[in-house]
T-cell receptor
Framework: DGGITQSPKYLFRKEGQNVTLSCEQNLNHDAMYWYRQDPGQGLRLIYYSQIVNDFQKGDIAEGYSVSREKKESFPLTVTSAQKNPTAFYLC?????????????FGPGTRLTVL | QKEVEQNSGPLSVPEGAIASLNCTYSDRGSQSFFWYRQYSGKSPELIMFIYSNGDKEDGRFTAQLNKASQYVSLLIRDSQPSDSATYLCAVNIVSGTYKYIFGTGTRLKVLA
């Protein structure tokens, strides 16, 4: 059963803590993405990766970090430098070589700062 | 700044009517266009994509693209209460990278 999984579903962070959000896909997709969604807002790109061991900053990368050591995995770390991290975080992937580059999303992680 | 614009709504339509959702984009280099449905608290679900001028139909959904006017729309025929959701328009800007720009979404309410 192919798809994108994200964990945990809910995450609570104390001030000053770093937390890592997991994203795994078994779709054999090359490109993976992290977005942030705030209430009533669209999706804003944090980081994306087109191939293993390579990634680029999106529009709001400050306070976040990523790694892409395996094709299947693209974890996102929310660092203490991110001043307002409470949001809904969405991981997505696309095959890149498919006809029209449809992008598919995982179920999301809702992060709350206590 | 590349942008994708949508009316935030809510757009209210009676059950059985046609819902028309609109989206404009600023980058003429945009290549593929996507419509996602997002229920409250859930992740976006791909409904349709379109890349050529004209109409593309899939069941009750029709996507329309006019590249000259930089305009893409989604029509939902025979709207059902279960169609009530936020609809996100997204544009694929390739230019050597696979980047996507999303609109802020239009909230649709189908009234029973």
């Amino acid at each position: 059963d192919g798809g994108i999984t994200q964990s945990p579903k809910y995450l609570f962070r104390k001030e000053g803590q770093n937390v890592t959000l997991s994203c795994e896909q078994n779709l054999n997709h090359d490109a993976m993405y992290w977005y942030r969604q705030d209430p009533g807002q669209g999706l804003r790109l944090i980081y994306y990766s087109q191939i293993v061991n390579d990634f680029q900053k999106g529009d709001i990368a400050e306070g976040y970090s990523v790694s892409r050591e395996k094709k299947e995995s693209f974890p996102l770390t929310v660092t203490s430098a991110q001043k307002n991290p409470t949001a809904f975080y969405l991981c997505a992937s696309t095959g890149g070589r498919s006809s029209y580059n449809e992008q598919f999303f995982g179920p999301g992680t809702r992060l709350t700062v206590l | 700044q590349k942008e994708v614009e949508q009316n935030s709504g809510p757009l209210s339509v009676p059950e059985g009517a046609i819902a028309s959702l609109n989206c404009t984009y600023s980058d003429r280099g945009s290549q593929s266009f996507f419509w996602y449905r997002q229920y409250s608290g859930k992740s976006p679900e791909l409904i349709m994509f379109i890349y050529s001028n004209g109409d593309k139909e899939d069941g009750r959904f029709t996507a329309q693209l006019n590249k000259a006017s930089q305009y893409v729309s989604l029509l939902i025929r025979d709207s059902q209460p279960s169609d009530s959701a936020t609809y996100l328009c997204a544009v694929n800007i390739v230019s050597g990278t696979y980047k996507y720009i999303f609109g802020t979404g239009t909230r649709l309410k189908v009234l029973a």
